[in-house]
Structure formats: C-alpha cells, structure tokens
C-alpha cells in the first residue's frame, strides 16, 4: 500500500473556511529507517513529534465551518512542513533538549528524499484546497506544550499568532479578549511571522485572510475537549469574520 503523506477530511465542502494542521500526526513512515526515528514512544508521544489535540480540533472545526480540512500525516520529525524547505530547522536533530537518533547523520540525498516524498505533497494539498475559492479565509491550527525544558510554564489558553496581515487577527483577538475565562496570547507562545512557514507560503504571499491558533495541549488531550474547543471556536470565527466583513 501506498503511504499517503496527507489527509483530506470534507474535501467536497464549500464554505470560505480552509482549516490546516501541519503538525496532525506523529508517524513515521515505513521507508523512514524502517518506521522509527529511534525515539521511545513516550517521546513519539510528546509534543517534539506532533501537535497533539490539533488533528482532532481541526477535523471538528472542518466539520461545524463546513470546511475542508488539510492534515500531515508524518511526524514535524521526519520533515516538519511548517518550515520553509531552505530552513536549516525543517530537518531538525535535537528538540527541547532530545536527540533525535535517526536524523543525526542524515545527508542531504535523504534530506530531498523527505521533502519529495511527505513535505512537497503536503504542501501541494494546501495549495490546491486553498485555491479552490477566491476568497478563502486560511486557519491554521496547531498546540503547543505547557512548558518546555527549563522554562517557566506558559499561561495562555490560546495564542493568536499573525504575520504582516492581521486583518482577521486583531479583531479574533479581541473577541476572545472578551471571555473572561481565557488567557489569550498575542503571538504568544511563539512569533507570528516566520518566512516560508505555512501561512507564510499559503496565505500571506497570495493574499488570503489568514490566522494561526494556537490551543495549549494539555486543555485538548481528550476527544471530548478537542470537540468542546471547536463548538466554543466555530461560532467565534463566523461572527469575526462577519463583523469585519473581509
């Protein structure tokens, strides 16, 4: 059977909405030193491998949005998608203080290999589901850890992270500013720009609106918590979107 570096839930769905998931999966494919970066399956499980809780908020926004939704199907590991491919962290050989043992000594032959092979049809996904419309609103979905190593732990419930196009942005945030419950990041926990990301490449240089979000992991872990977060987001998205008339 044929490994398939990209899944595409509600392809035939016809709202605005494309939501995406670089970071949906931790496997490692087959051809990939026989299936194992030779790590042990604690830190397979962990968020050096996968964004865990986003595949499973983006299949349920997708499905409330009425919108395609664009996941990986590789762990960031074998070759992180959200990087662009000149990056010298798309191939990444330590992580929060982990060795990954099977890229140490990777050259640049097995380097192109992963690109063609996972990164480039991942990202040819994107592009065709993205141009389906003129008018795509691109929501990229990805959760980050509550602490990294040596650290201090990290407050947000939610980050909202934008680049040099904050039209939706700015507005979602302070919309979500208004449920006093949340701590709402503002490119936090990371930056919002960074060239040749997937927003980057997908949405900022055609012109798209545009957000990333950004669901602290251990608030989603369930798949009960990954539904609850869609219900709460879906209708938070359409009434911005509304509002700001893009």
Not at 189 to 199: I, R
């Given at each position: 059977?044929t490994?398939?570096?990209f899944?595409?839930?509600?392809?035939?769905r016809?709202?605005r909405?494309?939501?995406?998931?670089?970071?949906?999966s931790?496997?490692?494919p087959?051809e990939?030193?026989g299936?194992s970066?030779?790590?042990?399956?604690?830190?397979?499980?962990?968020?050096?491998a996968?964004?865990?809780?986003?595949?499973?908020?983006?299949?349920g926004?997708?499905?409330l949005?009425?919108?395609?939704?664009?996941?990986?199907n590789?762990?960031?590991?074998?070759?992180?998608?959200?990087?662009?491919?000149?990056?010298?962290?798309?191939?990444?050989?330590l992580?929060?203080?982990?060795?990954?043992?099977?890229?140490?000594?990777?050259?640049?032959a097995?380097?192109?290999?992963?690109?063609?092979?996972?990164y480039?049809?991942?990202?040819?996904?994107?592009?065709?589901?993205?141009?389906r419309?003129d008018?795509?609103?691109?929501?990229?979905?990805?959760?980050?850890?509550?602490?990294?190593?040596?650290?201090?732990?990290?407050?947000?419930?939610?980050g909202?992270?934008?680049?040099?196009?904050?039209?939706?942005?700015?507005?979602?945030?302070?919309?979500?500013?208004?449920?006093?419950?949340?701590?709402?990041?503002?490119?936090?926990?990371?930056?919002?720009?960074?060239?040749?990301?997937?927003?980057?490449?997908?949405?900022?240089?055609?012109?798209?609106?545009?957000v990333?979000?950004?669901?602290?992991?251990d608030?989603?872990?369930?798949?009960?918590?990954?539904?609850?977060?869609?219900?709460?987001?879906?209708?938070?998205?359409e009434?911005?979107?509304?509002?700001?008339?893009?």
């Amino acid at each position: 059977m044929t490994y398939l570096p990209f899944h595409v839930v509600g392809e035939d769905r016809e709202s605005r909405w494309l939501i995406t998931c670089d970071h949906a999966s931790n496997a490692v494919p087959p051809e990939v030193n026989g299936g194992s970066l030779g790590l042990p399956d604690e830190d397979m499980a962990r968020h050096i491998a996968w964004d865990p809780g986003a595949a499973g908020v983006s299949i349920g926004l997708g499905e409330l949005l009425g919108a395609p939704v664009v996941m990986s199907n590789f762990s960031r590991l074998v070759i992180d998608p959200n990087r662009g491919e000149d990056d010298p962290t798309v191939l990444m050989k330590l992580y929060d203080g982990t060795i990954i043992p099977a890229n140490r000594h990777v050259d640049e032959a097995e380097r192109d290999r992963r690109l063609n092979a996972y990164y480039r049809p991942y990202h040819g996904a994107v592009a065709r589901m993205a141009a389906r419309r003129d008018d795509t609103v691109y929501v990229a979905i990805h959760s980050f850890t509550r602490q990294l190593r040596g650290r201090d732990p990290r407050p947000w419930h939610i980050g909202v992270l934008y680049g040099k196009d904050d039209r939706f942005a700015q507005p979602l945030l302070r919309r979500l500013r208004d449920e006093t419950d949340l701590c709402v990041g503002e490119n936090e926990p990371y930056g919002g720009h960074l060239d040749g990301d997937s927003v980057d490449r997908h949405a900022i240089r055609p012109g798209r609106v545009n957000v990333l979000i950004e669901l602290r992991n251990d608030l989603i872990r369930t798949d009960a918590q990954q539904w609850a977060w869609a219900e709460r987001l879906a209708p938070i998205l359409e009434e911005v979107l509304d509002a700001a008339q893009l």
